[in-house]
């Protein structure tokens, strides 16, 4: 079992910045993708960001520019560094793993979710 735990969450203004962070623990071997996702009211989950094992990043088109995915691998941590929020960035953030399980689909774990919310 992986254990996730998400923190930075809050209230901040439009044009502001928030730094949202998951650190992993447990079963954290094999782990090959970590990123964000969000889900706001009545929306869709949807990803926000990913980070591989070897560094590479994704992003959706509505973030890009914006905000910037980084890992420690020693501290076994993602961050989102979210800067020129806008409204519509109002979610519920999770992180969530995807771990190699031998013969099988990934494992996928998911964090609790933290909530940032960003006023007009």
């Known amino acids: 079992q992986v254990q996730l735990v998400e923190s930075g969450g809050g209230l901040v203004q439009a044009g502001g910045r928030l730094r949202l962070s998951c650190a992993a623990s447990?079963?954290?071997?094999?782990?090959?993708?970590m990123g964000w996702h969000r889900q706001a009211p009545g929306k869709q989950r949807e990803s926000v960001a990913t980070?591989?094992?070897?560094?590479?990043?994704e992003y959706a088109d509505s973030v890009k520019g914006r905000f910037t995915i980084s890992r420690d691998n020693a501290k076994n941590t993602v961050y989102l560094q979210m800067n020129s929020l806008k409204p519509e960035d109002t979610a519920l953030y999770y992180c969530?793993?995807?771990?190699?399980?031998?013969?099988?689909?990934?494992?996928?774990?998911w964090g609790q979710g933290t909530q940032v919310t960003v006023s007009s």
């Open positions: 969530r793993v995807l771990r190699y399980n031998r013969g099988a689909a990934p494992d996928i774990y």
């Open positions: 980070i591989s094992s070897t560094g590479d990043t």
């Open positions: 447990g079963s954290i071997g094999n782990i090959f993708l």
